[in-house]
Every structure is written in structure tokens, then in C-alpha cells.
């Protein structure tokens, strides 16, 4: 499987930006997609989760509802809504995925992608 996250970019504070996450190879169908963050000098960090099939999410505690997730079975894809930006939430952006339940530790998946830079200016 190969993910590849798109949509990064520049934003100011308060704005929005939606980030995406194709897969190939294979389909999302048994997986959980993760979206993981890893801010400059700090340790990547679990953002939100979807199991696939069930469409069941689970987000970080700190996002207090600014950020959702969902997906689109017919594009394989997975999205990132990222609303009321901070400039905390600037950071490196990555999609990641595994057999099964979504787990909070990026040690628990298999793929990654890339990762994609989200830049927002106060």
C-alpha cells in the first residue's frame, strides 16, 4: 500500500485547509487511516483516526472539534477538514494506515505517507 498526502500548504490563523490521503495498491476497505502531526522540534503526535468500514473516528482531545475527518470509497481517499486554524497546528502532516482498529501510537501502523507541510501565520 502507498499512501500519498496532499494539500498542504500556507494559511493564516483562522482560516481552513483540507488535506487528503490517496491510497494505491490497494483499498482502505479492512484498514484504519491515521493522521499524525509532527510540529517543528516536537514528537509526532496521533490527530484523528477512521476505521474504514465501520466509519467509526477518534480524534485528539486537544482539537476541541476544529478538525474532522471522512472519506470517500469510490476515490479510496481519506480527508482532513481542518478548520480555525492555530498557529500551533502548523506542523508536518502525515497519513498513515493499518490492519484494523485506530490506535493513537504511530508505532501501531504499517504505512505511511510522505507528509505534507500545513504552515499557519498569525
Known amino acids: 500500500v502507498q499512501l500519498q498526502a496532499c494539500r498542504g500548504g500556507l494559511v493564516q490563523a483562522g482560516g481552513s485547509l483540507r488535506l487528503s490521503c490517496a491510497a494505491s495498491?490497494?483499498?482502505?476497505?479492512?484498514?484504519?487511516v491515521g493522521w499524525f502531526r509532527q510540529p517543528p522540534g516536537k514528537e509526532r503526535e496521533f490527530v484523528t483516526g477512521?476505521?474504514?468500514?465501520?466509519?467509526?473516528?477518534s480524534y485528539a482531545e486537544f482539537l476541541k472539534g476544529r478538525f474532522t475527518i471522512s472519506r470517500d470509497n469510490a476515490k479510496n481517499t481519506v480527508y482532513l477538514q481542518m478548520n480555525s486554524l492555530k498557529p500551533e497546528d502548523t506542523a508536518v502532516y502525515h497519513c498513515?494506515?493499518?490492519?484494523?482498529?485506530?490506535?493513537?501510537?504511530?508505532?501501531?501502523?504499517?504505512?505511511w505517507g510522505e507528509g505534507t507541510l500545513v504552515t499557519v501565520s498569525s
Open positions: 477512521i476505521n474504514w468500514s465501520r466509519g467509526t473516528t
Open positions: 495498491g490497494r483499498t482502505f476497505s479492512d484498514y484504519a
Open positions: 498513515a494506515g493499518r490492519l484494523g482498529a485506530i490506535y493513537m501510537t504511530p508505532h501501531m501502523y504499517t504505512y
